[in-house]
């Protein structure tokens, strides 16, 4: 078959089985353009800003456990895509980026929206390429899927300039079946040594805690963790993009860990004499002060990347490869022991754990006039039964959507954890909804950060896309606002949203249904209603106390037993 | 403790592959003491050596994540072998008697030599291990006016190789 390099790109994606690339048109992809206008099979969404793109991309990869795709043109295209693919780097999301770029001839002799893409990319990508020549495009958008998607996934950019997708120029096309890269060997399996180690500290551990993070999502190992959890009897913590691979509503299930962790967990993690790492990488918001950080317990950690391994925690037990098969051999080491295991063997460390949770560290005053914005979160979960794909941005709203919508099934809750990225939730919802159609998405965001991506609503409607936006709009910053109540002396710097448009009418502008809801007896039907309504995207303006704080807090420094608690928790401040 | 440790990589040959190393060494805030590099006998890859100075957990850290670089073939760290370490340096000095003499009597222990003599300026040339350099250009001290170095290069002694 002999194609131009517009439309080797294009079959290329065809080939890989895309359904969908998320882009935006210009000057240096319009050759491949044109390809995609010539095709049914590969459905483009015309988004309304670059960072729209990569986010939806994002949400979509992270919902469906498919790639991500996206279509920029050069230089502004490009740089307006980079906390997109930031975003889903530092989160490891597998994302393919094509970029154009500026004809070879002119490269270098900053040519009308000419940027050193592959330059600029560099340290948010796994890898990018800038393919020069025509006959290179299938082979390197084959590897760029490839990399993208296996070992620890991450986003690639495949940086196209114009000249070699001129349609005029034709090369014979073939997708390669498969491609192999002298300097890419990812660990599949475990060593078998080093999980038989871990084994037997198992066996030993008297006050073990599993603290699984989002490599169990992304390594499709849930099941697998569900049942080692199970099998074993051992407390089940999840870092913030684990939140969903363990049932949050089971018993073993103790709550997320650090920050703005649950008091059982962070209590547990300290007096803890056997940590069980599943593919979580030891986060800042997760350790604390990583002089104290878990300083009485042995660290098995099962990780896909090497240098996750030990980096900012020495760990005794690594095992590198991917969770599942690295799980699945654990299981069966577990089962031929011939050891019962259960909560009675370790009976006196889950004494300990249920009496920390008698703190009710996530108890909130409910005895108040003001819509409480953990109330709205609990409401959501009632409406939605606790199955809806729940995307956020960045703040408290998402803290409160974390600790108070446990979620029971992985890929379910789709936020921006290690970049922290305001602006991420709308679009990252659209995104769930090309993979989803039928499922209730919800976007919890705040009125900061939803107006960072606010554009993307027109999108929405055009792809008809129907989304519930639960606007936690308390007029601030909120945890900026925190930060600066609880470090600064209550100086608010810059962190009051004045002159707030009426997202009502703004939303009603953008052809969506708005509400506002300021009484809480309105929260419950406001949100039944907009459930209701299948086939639109509802905007829920809910005006929620302006002070309220996320809680239990470690703050930045401190260690997993130093907490600030809530006003309304049994215990005010925990210093152990 | 901190420890001065040599790398040694082989590289896939491309635009912009020393970038993502030397990029990965400035993102981390790793040290590089010196760094260099040039094609090998195959021309697909290049060998890239750098002298690195962090405390065991650290350069563990930037070994592993050299390794996670796509274009990173493969790597060794000559300081846990027995190796063999070179630098070369040409420095530039003012000609006179005293200094011609100068510069033989170092010679003797040093192989030294002088390369260039032009116009009243002299170039002398020297290799060896980087602690005899830095005594070496010590002892000429502020006769020096021009100094250039090529970086530590090193090959592990015996069997061991870096070889795809």
Known sequence: MELSGGEIVIQSLKDEGVEYVFGYPGGCVLHIYDAIFKQDDVKHVLVRHEQGATHAADGYARSSGKPGVVLVTSGPGATNAITGIATAYMDSIPMVVITGQVPRPVIGTDAFQEVDTVGITRPCVKHNFLVKDISDIAETMKKAFYLATTGRPGPVVVDIPKDITDPNIKVSYQYPEEVSMRSYHPTVSGNIGQTRKAIKLIKEAKRPVIYSGGGVVLGEASEELKQLGRTLGFPVTQTLMGLGAFPGTDPQFIGMLGMHGTYEANMAMHDSDLIIAIGARFDDRVTGKVADFCPHAKIIHIDVDPASISKTITVDVPIVGQVKPILLDMLAQLQSLGETFDRARIGAWWDQIDQWREADCLAYEKDTDTIKPQFVIEQLYNVTNGEAFVTSDVGQHQMFAAQYYPFDKPRRWINSGGLGTMGFGLPAAMGVKFAHPEADVACVTGEGSIQMCLQELSTMLQYDTPVKVINLNNGYLGMVRQWQEFTYKSRYSHSYLEALPDFKKLAEAYGHVGMQITKKEDVEPALREAFSMKDRTVFLDFLTDTKENVYPMIEAGKAHNDMVMAPSSKYKRILA | ?164
Do not use: C
């Open chain 2, 1 to 164: 403790m901190s420890r001065q440790h040599i790398i040694s990589l082989l590289l896939e040959n491309e635009a912009g592959a020393l970038s993502r190393v030397s990029g990965l060494f400035s993102a981390r805030a790793y040290n590089i003491e010196s760094l260099t590099v040039a094609a090998t006998q195959d021309p697909t890859l290049s060998r890239l050596t750098l002298v690195t100075v962090g405390s065991d957990e650290t350069i563990e850290q930037i070994k592993k994540q050299l390794n996670k670089l796509i274009d990173v073939v493969k790597l060794i760290d000559l300081s846990e072998s027995f190796s063999l370490e070179r630098e070369l340096i040409l420095l530039k000095v003012k000609k006179s008697d005293a200094m011609v003499q100068k510069i033989e009597s170092l010679s003797v222990e040093s192989s030294a030599r002088i390369t260039d003599d032009t116009d009243g300026y002299l170039i002398i040339e020297l290799t060896g291990e980087k602690v005899w350099l830095d005594d070496f250009l010590s002892s000429l001290a502020d006769e020096v006016l021009e100094v250039v170095r090529t970086g530590v290069v090193g090959l592990s002694r015996g069997e061991r190789s870096l070889t795809v």
